[in-house]
DNA sequence: GAAAACGTGTTTACTTATAAACAGCCTAGT
DNA sequence: ACTAGGCTGTTTATAAGTAAACACGTTTTC
């Protein structure tokens, strides 16, 4: 082991601490598993959606929330897919230059969002990518192991209003 | 239904589109329950370890790394957490200026990393806040179910690398 | 009916992430 | 020895995300 030069160090935790510590970038740490996997799949579909049609992540999501829910405002789709209301505005920008949404107005100065045709023609040339992003993860599971994985996520989900009251 | 204004609008698509669009928002749709929770977790760590040490999340996990690995250079760190080399750089200069960790010379012009004596107090006061994001996800699961998730995400795991190919 | 409060969406300033270019150093080959 | 190439780690430029401030119009409230 080499000399420490120009100062104290440690170059071995307790074995206590080592312990502890070792599992946080171990493959049993879950919040790590949990990152790795979902920048993986926002890394593919990012690239293949700005390879073939020069949209954003950001941009497809809000026009899969127009294609399930036609006529929303932009502050639903902000609640809707819980993102920030200014990225929605920004895409909703994108969007609308791209002809591939339309606007009708609604109250308190709000507007109603719609898919228009080519919008929709867009839609259905980019939803086969994203789900095969899940069915590529998927694909070694059983339907059975399929179907356990999302009831565990989903009890995880619940968990999530946990997480932010310990900040507050 | 409001009157569509400036242009022509899809307000409903065919039953089969929405049908499978339906799914992307959905609970049962497995990249987003992955994006939400690990939103979710990295939201939450970043508030406690900001405001209670002043360091950031990547500082937190190089330093971690270090508390593993004590010894290894900046690019084993890059390359151990799957982090970028910049983003690494930097959390080594605060790190450094803090005096939480220390450097010898290494073969290359590379430089191997330690933990100082406060570095060490520091992980140790930091590594719990990071346990317990696990704990409060997987506190409504059994052990067997814990163990289960573990099992499931391990399978998905060991397809990243064909979701990277996809892109090629 | 004027003033305050609210809800809409946009803009701004700031932080963070990403990838490519870079400079320095060592090694190897000729 | 001297050049070429391959490492290290840093810097830079660009893109993306975040939160607060903002402007505008619409309700309330007195």
């Given at each position: 082991?080499?000399?420490v030069?120009?100062?104290?160090?440690?170059?071995?935790?307790?074995?206590?601490?080592?312990?502890?510590?070792?599992?946080?970038?171990s493959e049993a740490?879950?919040?790590?598993?949990l990152?790795?996997?979902?920048?993986?799949?926002?890394?593919?579909?990012?690239?293949?959606?700005?390879?073939?049609f020069?949209?954003g992540?950001?941009?497809?999501?809000?026009?899969?929330?127009?294609?399930?829910?036609?006529?929303?405002?932009?502050?639903d789709?902000?609640e809707?897919?819980?993102?920030?209301?200014a990225?929605?505005?920004?895409?909703?920008?994108v969007?609308?230059?791209?002809?591939?949404?339309?606007?009708?107005?609604?109250?308190?100065g709000?507007?109603?969002?719609?898919?228009?045709?080519?919008g929709?023609?867009m839609?259905?040339?980019m939803?086969?990518i994203?789900?095969a992003?899940?069915?590529?993860l998927?694909?070694?599971?059983?339907?059975?192991?399929?179907t356990?994985?999302?009831?565990?996520?989903?009890?995880?989900?619940?968990?999530?209003?946990r997480?932010?009251?310990?900040?507050?």
């Amino acid at each position: 082991m080499a000399h420490v030069s120009g100062g104290s160090a440690v170059e071995q935790l307790s074995p206590v601490h080592e312990a502890l510590s070792d599992v946080i970038d171990s493959e049993a740490f879950v919040p790590r598993l949990l990152a790795l996997l979902s920048n993986a799949l926002v890394w593919r579909e990012s690239m293949l959606l700005r390879g073939e049609f020069g949209l954003g992540t950001n941009d497809w999501r809000v026009l899969s929330a127009l294609a399930v829910r036609p006529g929303i405002t932009a502050t639903d789709v902000s609640e809707f897919l819980v993102m920030n209301k200014a990225v929605v505005s920004k895409a909703v920008n994108v969007l609308m230059t791209r002809n591939l949404i339309t606007s009708t107005d609604g109250p308190r100065g709000s507007r109603n969002l719609f898919l228009t045709p080519p919008g929709v023609e867009m839609h259905d040339q980019m939803l086969p990518i994203s789900l095969a992003g899940e069915d590529i993860l998927l694909s070694q599971l059983s339907p059975a192991e399929a179907t356990q994985l999302r009831v565990l996520l989903g009890k995880l989900m619940a968990q999530i209003p946990r997480l932010a009251d310990e900040t507050t």
